[in-house]
């Protein structure tokens, strides 16, 4: 038995994974229990162990090349052995100025991690050109740097400035959080902890997949995920204990329906 397409399913990822097939999957988009919160769903003992079994089962569902981006805090994949499974590309840093904690005895954690990782040693895809941003070097510079033998008749030509952009690179900081004021906020009990800004999921799901390719959503909350995947044209499969969120989710996709009807007449 294999899951719907481009439908929000009730229940336990771990049970529901496995109704996945194998070698299927291009993206996954896993943004789940952190284990630093009271939640209930987020009480996990050890979030080292309980990711790394998610990447096994992950690394199963995944084509070859395809890709897993795994939310967390920093520690969230220390002092485990993944590299049976998948192979570590990156770790994005989130970078959230905003954060209103403020640590008493330590530095305030001011930043979310997201891990990079593929199945295999090359991926699928990667679609730069879909997720640059702004220069933020001033022209005149770039141009100077540019004059530079290694850069000019060199091994960096990728260095030159691009009218389209630049690479995001490791730190992102240009994508805010979510707050009370947001418009995309579906209810203020996914503030912070459950729902995520679509720009964000966008980068991902932009730079990792292709229009058609399908893409996993184990924990989708309110439906961030789905509603991006909808609107940027990929199939998805989505996972979600909650019914009240799932009926958000729901609510949110058909808006997104209703507005992509509304621009084809």
Known sequence: MSLQKNHLHQG?????????????????ICDGPYGVSN?????IDCIQEYNLNLIKRFALKLKDGGALYLFGKPDCIDFIDYRPFLTLKSKLVWYQPGSLAQGR??????????CYFIRGNRARQFNL???RVPQLVELEHRLRCESVPSVKNGKYPGTKFNEKGKNPGDVWGDIKQLTYKSKELACREALNTIQKPEKLLERLILASSSPGDLVLDPFAGVGTGPVVCKRTSRDFIAMEMNPDYIQIANERLSKVENSQMALDL
Request: glycine share 0%; proline share 0%.
């Open 105 to 114: 005895i330590s530095y305030t954690n001011n930043y979310d991690i997201i």
């Open 12 to 28: 336990d990822t771990l049970e529901l994974l496995e109704k996945i097939e194998d070698n299927s999957i291009d993206l996954i």
């Open 39 to 43: 939640n209930e769903w987020d009480r």
């Open 129 to 131: 050109d879909s997720i």
